[in-house]
């Protein structure tokens, strides 16, 4: 660990390809898993002809219609046709995949409050975005070396203190990021993150991760209101309403509703209670083939 190596990144590599970043996870003292080889794919190359490839990608990718892109839609309807859109996911594996293979791990790793390493693409229910955007500011400015009183040591934590601190590389990497992010989220996506988010200081300058986040917190946000929605609309079901009192067309709506996963979980917990005769429970409940 050295934070005073400018010749080399601090979470990368110096290859016969030349500078390469990233390639594997974090250890909580910010360094690249040593038990792992850290090159793993030509896209973490740093160099003219690399990126030059990288930026004519991406722009196709951002205007190609045609791509799967993430739009806030937790889980995708049942359909035998192609899909046409990430649902959660799926987004995180597209989120994973290119982290690993533009090497960003750097960006998508942070401490939980136990100290523990996390990664986000399988860990962001852990953090909140405001979480997210502190732990990137803290890393931005580099402290003072701090030295063993009466020596010219650095003390191991200040060593640790600045390590952790994005370095040059990191820094020219954090557009690369936000535009590989964007990449995988549809245009109405990134309206809805705007009008949410684009109050915050310097948001268009906010690194991939904090989009990511950003894109997560109005997904769970939509899934919120609709399971509120399904809710009401689960609380109001009546048998009478539906014609010779059919049993089948009453559950196949009641099932529609309880695909949410929250609300099934109020029902198989006995939490909500919808409003028709108790003499129908158990014939409802087997009728639509609900399991704990």
């Given at each position: 660990?050295?934070?005073d190596?400018?010749a ?8 016969w390809?030349?500078i ?5 996870p974090l250890?909580?003292q910010?360094q ?21 490839s990288?930026?004519?990608?991406l ?13 806030g839609?937790?889980?995708l309807?049942?359909s ?7 649902d959660?996911?799926e987004?995180?594996?597209a989120v994973?995949?290119s982290?690993?293979?533009y090497g960003?791990?750097t960006f998508f ?14 860990d ?7 979480q997210?955007i502190?732990e990137h ?10 030295y063993?009183?009466?020596?010219t040591?650095e003390t191991?934590e200040?060593k640790?203190a ?14 690369l ?7 995988l ?8 993150i705007?009008?949410?988010f684009?109050h ?6 906010l690194?991939g991760q904090?989009i990511?986040?950003?894109a997560?917190d109005?997904?769970?946000a939509?899934?919120?209101?609709d399971?509120?929605d ?9 048998l009478d309403?539906?014609?010779g009192?059919?049993?089948?067309e ?6 529609r509703?309880i695909t949410k996963?929250?609300l ?6 006995g939490?909500l209670v919808?409003?028709?005769a ?5 014939y ?9």
């Amino acid at each position: 660990m050295d934070p005073d190596d400018d010749a080399n990144p601090r979470r990368g590599g110096n290859g016969w390809l030349g500078i390469f970043l990233g390639g594997a996870p974090l250890t909580s003292q910010y360094q690249l898993d040593p038990t792992e080889e850290h090159y793993k794919c030509a896209l973490q190359v740093r160099n003219p002809k690399a990126l030059l490839s990288i930026e004519s990608d991406l722009r196709k990718a951002s205007n190609d219609l045609s791509s799967l892109k993430f739009n806030g839609k937790l889980r995708l309807p049942a359909s035998s046709s192609p899909p046409t859109e990430f649902d959660k996911e799926e987004f995180l594996l597209a989120v994973d995949y290119s982290v690993n293979a533009y090497g960003f791990q750097t960006f998508f790793h942070l401490l939980d409050e136990m100290g523990e390493m996390r990664d986000l693409t399988e860990d962001s229910h852990l953090f909140t975005v405001q979480q997210v955007i502190d732990e990137h500011y803290s890393r931005l400015d580099e402290p003072a070396p701090v030295y063993d009183s009466g020596s010219t040591n650095e003390t191991d934590e200040s060593k640790l203190a600045r390590f952790r601190c994005y370095d040059k590389y990191e820094r020219f990497d954090m557009s690369l990021c936000r535009r590989v992010m964007d990449s995988l989220l549809t245009h109405d996506l990134k309206a809805t993150i705007r009008i949410k988010f684009g109050h915050l200081p310097q948001f268009k300058a906010l690194p991939g991760q904090i989009i990511v986040m950003m894109a997560l917190d109005v997904s769970n946000a939509s899934a919120t209101q609709d399971i509120d929605d399904a809710t009401t609309s689960f609380k109001a079901l009546t048998l009478d309403t539906y014609p010779g009192q059919n049993i089948v067309e009453f559950t196949t709506e009641a099932q529609r509703l309880i695909t949410k996963r929250a609300l099934r979980h109020a029902v198989v917990s006995g939490l909500l209670v919808p409003s028709f005769a108790p003499h129908y429970s158990k014939y409802y409940l087997n009728c639509s083939h609900i399991e704990v």
